[in-house]
């Protein structure tokens, strides 16, 4: 995953380098043709200066973070249900090897959470199987795990950070760029302010957009991974108490009276009263 992040960084600095490239020879064109008719691109980022590059570069990495995550954090590649109910099934059957195979070939985070744990069983303590000791394996995974989704959520979140830093720096950029220009002339240009404002307002408005599109993402995103991670933990918990229930059924229903008295014992006492009275009459 990280590879794959940085990968995509590389290239987002790339475009950029173009993005900036791009941006000088669209201004110089425009410096030198004079009143031309701006178009969209030009009013709603070229406007914007050269403070518009890393905003462009963090608009395209929080779109790539929020489609990668919601690709990569969904129930299939962690507790998909006809894994679920096959390792259920198996250590219902007590069938405790077939179950970490089973895991093993798969590449859930489920099927690495159970081929982790399950070894940890210990059949010498039938009454527990040895519990604590998966328990602490499954939240020893966990935490390893944690790290690793949290990458590129919490990189998401730092660029819904950064975001409107960067408009702000813009907009005092733009602001410093008007008051500097009235200061020098007194009475200056509309057109020469114009630019200066865009600056100011098209970087807080770009910022907000990206702010606007990364946080709420990254919230939905790490509340859905945090739920999937607690499915595959409560799966691990279901299969042991299965397993646990299994080996000692017998146990346990020995421990279950037959009756507890009240109305049925009194019926059933009473009955049997009456039976050996009409025996006795006999």
Avoid at 18 to 31: F, I, N, Q
Avoid at 63 to 69: D, E, G, H, K, M
Avoid at 167 to 181: D, E, K, R, S
Wanted: proline residues 3%; charged residues 20%.
């Amino acid at each position: 995953m990280k590879s794959t992040i940085a990968r995509f960084g590389i290239r987002a600095l790339s475009f950029g380098a173009v993005a900036m490239a791009s941006m000088s020879t669209v201004l110089a064109a425009e410096a030198e043709g004079g009143g031309k008719e701006e178009s969209a691109l030009d009013k709603w980022v070229i406007d914007g200066g050269w403070t518009m590059i890393p905003l462009v570069i963090l608009l395209g990495i929080a779109i790539f973070l929020v489609v990668y995550c919601l690709m990569s954090v969904n129930k299939n590649k962690f507790c998909p249900d006809e894994l679920r109910g096959q390792l259920i099934t198996l250590m219902g059957e007590c069938r405790v090897r077939t179950a970490i195979d089973l895991a093993t070939n798969s590449p859930t985070y489920l099927g690495r959470l159970v081929a982790y744990s399950l070894p940890n069983i210990d059949a010498t303590r039938p009454e527990d199987l040895g519990k604590e000791g998966v328990e602490d394996a499954v939240a020893d995974f966990a935490n390893n795990e944690r790290a690793k989704t949290m990458f590129a959520i919490d990189i998401l979140a730092l660029v819904g950070s950064i975001a409107p830093s960067i408009g702000l720096f813009g907009t005092i950029q733009g602001m410093v760029g008007a008051f500097g220009t009235l200061a020098s002339s007194g009475q200056a240009d509309p057109s020469d302010l114009a630019k200066d404002i865009s600056v100011a307002l098209l970087t807080t408005f770009w910022g907000l957009i990206i702010s606007i599109l990364a946080i709420p993402a990254f919230f939905f995103i790490k509340k859905h991974a945090q739920k999937l991670e607690a499915d595959c933990v409560n799966t691990v918990a279901e299969m042991m108490n299965t397993s646990i229930n299994v080996i000692n059924a017998e146990a346990q229903l020995a421990r279950i009276p037959e009756g507890f008295g009240g109305e049925e014992g009194e019926y059933a006492e009473g009955a049997e009263g009456e039976y050996y009275a009409e025996e006795a009459q006999v």
